[in-house]
């Protein structure tokens, strides 16, 4: 552990990218990621690694997966009109079961939109980043400590399950400064024997794939990845608690807007409602068990989010009805006051007071 | 007669106008701000523009008008 | 007394948010100008980039579509194609026109798209905070190249004039500066040739302006002139790449 | 010890981001939460900008600032877009040189600090930001001095160690003293 | 209405979309939907229209963009793959306020995965188009002469909400043929007072545009949008049902496996279950109403896709747990068979029998 | 007796998808022949297009990558930033090439990206069943341009080599044909000393192949030739259009 | 009238889509419901092509005929493929000009037609798909002749209705008359 | 003394190597198909070989050995 130093956020994560063994990071510009990529150029050239402006987010996404492919740990970062360009490219790493790192620091939409904080991404990084049948493992911390952190889980999963890994970050987590110290650098990588860097004339040639022209193969290596995806649903939900044993009222809420939430949540408990925050840190595997679990003792769910109502599904989904699910929402960029949230609880208890 | 009439609302203070003027009668207003903290340019010698319009066609806020 | 030089009426009042000495201000009164002497402002459609002119369609009093990062020239052909009688424009970054839109750019100058390109190349990308653009110099430091751009691992500038002018769908090509009046003069007449190329229906045209980031190049606005005369005007020489609008029927 | 949300205001080039940046690092140094927020994008071209700092002794939920109980401000659009923002009982610091306006507010505590001039006449003229800390500092007494010095040291960069001395000097022309 | 000819989807796809008004096609060749490229460019030309091949899906997209600024019926088609290289360009026309038809005749994924018919962009295709709070209007057609009408029925309300319009078709519908016969062509369009083809200096001028750089204007944009969707989804859901009714178990399918399904239906009926099918013709907005109205009759729903399970998420929000929801489904450009459905519904009655 | 002539061992036992006649198996051997003989395989990674050459990624006995539509130069960067030693090449049809992925084209070139590119000029789309290619001769009928290639609204063709060729980051540039045996043997040269480029760090070389498509040009094998001689020649010069691998350090 | 579901297999560049089409335009001439889907893809490039083929007085589910009631083959990897999958009491018309395999079903109704070498002495080499077309009608009468007819009628382009007699006289070859 | 071996399952009757043989030796074999359903080359007159791998060189699908 490094000692603690205050860090933006982007910059933590392109420094723990680093620690964690990425020497490949391959971006194009955008607000409000900038830093990540600046932070990479500065950085890469001392130690030997690889920083490279790409022509376009099309570019990077597709030069992490030819990286990727050889066997190394790599990157990219975007922010949401990026993002969508990427799709294709995701996509297909995902159907070539191919492990990376690629990161999303969210900004208002659709469109151009704006810059400032969203969360308006949640379904496109949850359910469709791209075509077909597939997912992504997403990680979305909500301090600069929880970024450097998932960083290096994000890699350790992304490897183990062979398949990208998201960190949804957004503008607030990603300017803001914060205390943090770093993870002690990754020295031993896992064994990559599928990977095509050049056989040496000693194994079977590799190839990298998304291709099957016949439906069953295509099929059979569809199910054999969702069976994966099982395992991950079983194995890697995760989240944070706070205050919910009791709670009547459970906000569920990720990122920058569990942040704004604690704060309801302690206004609230100071007012005798007995409020609690879920924080799913992985949004998928979404982390329904620990939902599901709190539904005999809560009066209803409030899902708050900087977007108009995408992650309050996966709430509705989990709480199958048995209890309300309320939501509550800003969007294009305007972050949530928790005197809003403390008021949108307090309509939700409504008659109960 | 010529004249080159700066809007100091919209001069940004850049100094553009300044460079070309070829009678050189163009300063920035050093002591004095416009609303949005720049320097506006002014004409020191009014009588000597020759309406060349030079300060005019390279502002690039269109901060100028010339008349001839 | 005569006004021998005022704003155009094809700008808007609303005041431009470009940093000062900023020379997107200059090319945007060019642009407005020429397509007033031509009387074009109504069937004029513009299509403004992502860059710092992302809020030309602010400025612009034609109509004006805001397009995706680099799609400009694809907008401008649904548009042209929509409206063939119509004087369409795109006015593009160096990052939008040559880095994410290359492809854009390269196959609606191959097509001889009845459409005008205004390419202002500042060598950086301005908008975003500086960093290296395709047209960034060698060994220039921009927040990407903090070392200077290493051609060895960034590669080299893109010189689009020269890689355009091998399309057979490009009616006209210049390269201009407004780093001076008499520059500016000559940008002027280069942007309104290439309205006048748009309007006869001979093809491609684009008028690449070298321009300055004051800003992000961390220079004055007359240091970044002198900047873009010592360093940028050797590397991308001003002069006419293609012309074919002597042709009755231009590229066709 | 109290929470601090702070708000530093001004236009770009004044190092308010440094001051809030020194600020933050002092909380730290006091091992208490801390967080910096700036405000970022094109606005800032425009000329403006400002940051929030936290400093507390429980995580911080939002890191942005919209009530603080203490603001900083270096021009006039700042000290109109925040000096309503302050919460009653809290504490302005406002630098008298650039800004002409006076507040008419009774609940809050004001100082004005003429810090751009006094940066100039002390031969310090980029540091009227750290004069405006030093008023800060003792208007709220946000962290120890020993903090706050360790913060200087540690926001400075190694290469331009010279300047902590000059940067202290500037925090204790601010605080008076 | 013209009289019945035998023809592919595909190719009544383009053929409707001309009668409906549609005179500008931009698209970029990709199996399955290679047909209505070839229609277009056969037929653009003779009536005036523009086909016009495109250097790619992303500019083909932005095309339409420009086309659809000016005022005029534009179209692009792609399938699974070309859909995601889209997905910037439709979030701007979504953010943009504009109306278009999109065309996605989908294939199995992830990746370049394979050319047979699929349904695994559902997800894509009602929630996550692009990033950012938006919806585009989806339509399912299950025959050809379905397709017909729906293209007509896309233009009709993308204009009239001012937004995209999705058709999802896949391989099995676009190659297929059918008799099918055309309405008449439409001659009359909507006003567009807001497009942008030269002001003729007679108005002010008309901005396109997604970009609010203030957070709380572009909130106001994307709440007005969402206040029409809520019109939309109070006004415009649509389904088809078949023997619902009396239904114990009511098989939830779209497009392709509607038409798997459906026969299905029929052997469980002659096997005296009563099984029915409620078939969506719009994907978004989603006939949940129509779900719900049934919930009082069904012992379980069964959501049949050709997918992992996409849909089925809706239908569950839908019944919000208040009777089972089950799915079924074939991937990778299986189509699957009646048998299999029916076997699926056994399982699900299960006990019952 | 020795054998003369047989089949690259870089080549597998799978065979070929291709039609009867189609020359992008002649291409393929002489990809497989070079690399041998340079005793390349080992370190070779390829990377497979999206086109009729898709399956490519079976017949190379080197690791192979299998890329989405043009997107074959961007994968080569990443895998050659991550296998500087490696020797990595793509093997590229016009459309997916010269078409969707253009940007990615311009740019590996412009870096000067260390790799090697096999480009196959058929003028058409071959795997999508005859659409125009971006390389589609004007008047040529496809399926897309049923009344043939008309230039004024289908555009004009690129050149691949002459438009890369202004970029500076390109070693070498050659436009060769599989249409005679004296020209496979002077195309494998060309292939040859690409690879050499390579392997001597000197920057960005492209093969330019002109291929037939008999299937969708509707003509025997045979005819196929003749007609690509007749047409795709004259339009498509064959020859050297850049060639910077004299420079110890190439184009760096 | 009964239902029939039909799979047409053989090379490319045989006919056999045409074959496919003529029948389901039969079909549509006597209200029917109707459907035809090919095989599409690259495998089509490997050389064979297929259809399915559905008539019937129902809206017809799946167009994908997995078990044909009748088929048509007209080379060997077809035959492989398909004679398996006809239904029990199906029929199966084979172009014994071109398979050289017999099947050992008894439950299904088998014709053996040279089709190809018929066409060839008829002067009508092309058309050795209409032959198995009128073998297939004989075999199941899944039509009229006059809904044949007309189906043949509407298939053949305007340009070319020359051949609309070549045609009949192909199917009236298959079918034995 | 020289010869051509054509590997018959695998060609595919395209008939480039026939065009380039120098001693018009090779043959499409019109009334032979192979599996794949294609007329196979073969060598007509064996001994009048000269080894110039012509044929080989040309074959797409590399179906021909030479030797000499
Ligand atoms: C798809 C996408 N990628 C990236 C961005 C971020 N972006 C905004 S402007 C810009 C660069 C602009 O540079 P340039 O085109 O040179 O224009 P300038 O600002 O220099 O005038 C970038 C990368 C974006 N908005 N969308
Ligand atoms: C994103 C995307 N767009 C389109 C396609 C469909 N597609 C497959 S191959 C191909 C064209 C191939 O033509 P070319 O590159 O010239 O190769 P050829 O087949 O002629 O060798 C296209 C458009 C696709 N798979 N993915
Ligand atoms: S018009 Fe000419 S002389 Fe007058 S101020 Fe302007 S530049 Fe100077
Ligand atoms: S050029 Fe224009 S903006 Fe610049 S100083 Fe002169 S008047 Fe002001
Ligand atoms: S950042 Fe550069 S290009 Fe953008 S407005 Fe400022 S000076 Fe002009
Ligand atoms: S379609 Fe054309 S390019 Fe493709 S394999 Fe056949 S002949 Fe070759
Ligand atoms: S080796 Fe030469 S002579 Fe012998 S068969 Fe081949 S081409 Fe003919
Ligand atoms: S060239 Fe090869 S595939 Fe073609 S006919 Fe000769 S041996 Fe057969
Ligand atoms: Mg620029
Ligand atoms: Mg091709």
């Not at chain 1, 890469?44 to 030819?66: C, D, F, R």
């Not at chain 1, 989990?318 to 209890?323: D, L, Q």
């Not at chain 4, 600020?23 to 900008?49: F, H, I, K, N, Q």
């Amino acid at each position: 552990m490094s000692e603690r130093v205050l860090m933006k956020g982007n910059e933590a994560m392109a420094e723990a990218a680093i620690r964690a063994g990425c020497r490949h990071f391959f971006g194009y510009p955008i607000t409000p990621q900038t830093e990540v990529a600046a932070y990479m150029s500065k950085k890469m050239p001392k130690i030997g690694g690889t920083y490279l402006q790409a022509e376009s987010e099309i570019a990077a996404i597709n030069m992490v997966l030819g990286a990727a492919s050889a066997g190394v740990r790599a990157m990219t970062s975007s922010s949401s009109p990026g993002i969508s360009l990427k799709t294709e490219g995701i996509s297909y790493i995902a159907g070539s079961d191919l492990p990376c790192l690629i990161v999303n620091v969210e900004r208002g939409g659709p469109g151009l939109g704006g810059i400032q904080p969203a969360q308006s991404d949640y379904w496109q990084a949850t359910r469709a980043l791209g075509h077909g049948d597939f997912h992504v493992l997403v990680f979305a911390p909500s301090t600069v400590q929880e970024v450097v952190d998932l960083v290096f889980l994000a890699y350790d999963l992304a490897e183990k399950y062979r398949m990208p890994a998201l960190l949804l970050s957004d503008g607030l987590l990603g300017q803001m400064m914060e205390p943090v110290s770093f993870p002690d650098p990754v020295e031993k990588f896992a064994e990559k024997p599928w990977a095509a860097n050049g056989h040496q004339n000693k194994r079977p040639h590799n190839i990298i794939n998304s291709l099957y022209l016949k439906p069953d193969e295509l099929e059979r290596t569809v199910v054999e990845r969702f069976a994966r995806y099982a395992e991950i649903e079983a194995a890697e939900q995760r989240y944070q608690e706070y205050l919910c044993d009791d709670a009547d009222y459970i906000i569920v809420a990720f990122g920058a807007t569990s942040r704004v939430s604690q704060s309801a949540v302690d206004t609230l408990r100071a007012q005798g409602i007995k409020a609690g925050l879920l924080r799913p840190v992985t949004l998928w595997p979404f982390p329904k068990d620990a939902i599901r679990a709190h539904i005999p003792h809560v009066k209803s769910f409030l899902s708050v989010e900087m977007n108009m109502g995408q992650m309050v599904d996966d709430v509705r989904l989990a709480v199958e009805g048995k209890v309300p699910v309320e939501f509550f929402g800003r969007t294009g960029g305007v972050i949530p006051r928790p005197s809003e949230v403390v008021e949108a609880v307090m309509k939700v208890a409504g008659g109960d007071r | 007669m010529a004249r080159a009439i700066i809007d100091e609302k919209i001069c940004k203070g850049c100094g553009l106008c300044v460079s070309v003027c070829p009678k050189k009668i163009l300063a920035l207003a050093v002591h004095r701000m416009n609303d949005k903290g720049y320097n506006p340019a002014e004409v020191t010698a009014p009588e000597s523009c020759i309406g060349c319009a030079m300060c005019g066609i390279i502002c690039p806020d269109s901060a100028i008008t010339v008349e001839k | 007394m005569a006004t021998v030089y005022k704003k155009s009426a094809l700008l808007s009042d609303v005041p431009l948010h470009y940093c000062p000495g900023c020379t997107h201000g200059i090319i945007h009164k060019l642009v407005a100008e020429s397509l007033e002497e031509l009387d074009a402002g109504g069937k004029a459609v513009g299509v403004a980039p992502v860059g710092c002119s992302v809020l030309a369609y602010n400025y612009f009093t034609c109509d004006m579509v805001e397009a995706p990062h680099g799609r400009a020239p694809a907008i401008a052909t649904g548009l042209k194609r929509a409206l063939p009688d119509g004087m369409i424009f795109t006015y593009q970054g160096d990052g939008d026109l040559a880095a994410i839109g290359t492809a854009e750019t390269v196959h609606a100058a191959t097509r001889g798209e009845n459409i005008t390109v205004i390419f202002v190349n500042n060598a950086i990308y301005g908008m975003t905070g500086g960093q290296m653009a395709p047209t960034t110099l060698p060994g220039q430091v921009t927040q990407t190249t903090p070392y200077g751009r290493d051609v060895t691992t960034a590669g080299f500038p893109v010189r689009v004039c020269e890689m355009l002018s091998t399309l057979s769908g490009v009616a006209y090509a210049e390269r201009v500066s407004v780093d001076t009046v008499p520059n500016i003069r000559k940008a002027k007449a280069a942007i309104k040739k290439a309205f006048e190329t748009q309007a006869a229906k001979k093809g491609f045209s684009i008028v690449e302006v070298l321009s300055t980031c004051p800003t992000n190049w961390g220079l004055s606005p007359t240091e970044a002139l002198e900047w873009l005369r010592q360093n940028m005007m050797p590397y991308y020489p001003l002069g006419v790449y293609q012309d074919r609008t002597a042709n009755e029927k231009g590229v066709f | 010890m109290k929470d601090w949300n702070f708000v530093f205001a001004g236009f770009g080039g004044q190092g308010i981001l440094f001051a809030g940046k020194v600020t933050a690092y002092a909380g730290m140094m006091e091992d208490r939460e801390v967080s910096w927020l700036p405000s970022y994008g094109p606005e800032m071209r425009g000329g403006t900008a400002n940051c929030s700092v936290c400093l507390s002794s429980r995580p911080i939920g939002s890191p942005l600032v919209l009530e603080p109980n203490a603001l900083v401000v270096m021009n006039n659009p700042s000290y109109d877009k925040f000096i309503d923002t302050v919460a009653p009982g809290g504490v302005a610091v406002i630098d008298s040189a650039l800004v002409d306006r006076k507040t008419g507010r009774e609940d809050i505590t004001v100082r004005y600090v003429p810090a751009t001039r006094l940066a100039q006449e002390n031969g310090i003229a980029k540091l009227a930001n750290l004069i405006m800390l030093g008023a800060l500092w003792k208007a709220t007494g946000f962290a120890s001095a020993e903090a706050l010095q360790a913060a200087i040291q540690k926001v400075v960069p190694p290469s331009k160690q010279e300047l902590v001395e000059l940067n202290w000097k500037a925090i204790r022309i601010g605080a008076g003293g």
